[in-house]
Antibody
């Protein structure tokens, strides 16, 4: 059974870089049929797609965040990572990683999510 | 970007009720739509993709349909475990976008 688990600091200072890693277990990140994505949810609000990556390293970003986001993959560790630069309080959210179907663009399964708070 | 508008934002219902949630796309997306269920403190769970295809393991009381740019999620007989927030997502093109959510509450 495929499982995803986010990890990283829960508190980041304004203007610094948010860094999270998603570890995939129970399956290979090098699947031909899937991307691997990041989605976030500010407290009490809706869902926002951040971006996705293919195991080859091809990336797709939300234009609203593209200037600040980098997603990378490490197939040897079965992990992919998110970096979001120059964060502000508006970046406070629960960050989820998820498997992203390459053709149909749905997300399943999701990690449990990790709350990242931006505060000094 | 394709905007997704859900209605209502919340609905109160009783166990056994039929519940309908609507999602409207700002432009044509054919059947490129997914529905998710999210319970408090939990990650979203995929229910339906391609507008009407039930994900494996999802109870048959859930169904999806489409009419033009309007999409509907129906729960035929609401169960206790169905009280949650539901989101639609257009899967047509990047950037992928979600509706604002519909909270199904206990009446």
């Amino acid at each position: 059974q495929l499982q995803l688990q986010e990890s990283g600091p829960g508190l980041v200072k304004p203007s610094e870089t948010l860094s999270l890693t998603c570890t995939v277990s129970g399956g290979s990140i090098s699947s031909s049929f899937y991307y691997w994505g990041w989605i976030r949810q500010p407290p009490g609000k809706g869902l926002e797609w951040i971006g996705s990556i293919y195991y080859s390293g091809s990336t797709y970003y939300n234009p609203s965040l593209q200037s600040r986001v980098t997603i990378s993959v490490d197939t040897s560790k079965n992990q992919f990572s998110l970096k979001l630069r120059s964060v502000t309080a508006a970046d406070t959210a629960v960050y989820y990683c998820a498997r992203h179907h390459q053709l149909e663009n749905w997300f399943d399964p999701w990690g449990q999510g990790t709350l990242v708070t931006v505060s000094s | 970007d394709i905007q997704m508008t859900q209605s209502p934002s919340s609905v109160s219902a009783s166990v056994g009720d039929r519940v309908t949630i609507t999602c409207r796309a700002s432009q044509g997306i054919s059947s490129w739509l997914a529905w998710y269920q999210q319970k408090p403190g939990k990650a979203p769970k995929l229910l339906i993709y391609a507008a009407s295809t039930l994900q494996s393991g999802v109870p048959s009381r859930f169904s999806g349909s489409e009419s033009g740019t309007d999409f509907t999620l129906t729960i035929s007989s609401l169960q206790t475990e169905d009280f949650a927030t539901y989101y639609c997502q257009q899967t047509k093109r990047f950037p992928l976008t979600f509706g604002g959510g519909t909270k199904v509450e206990i009446k």
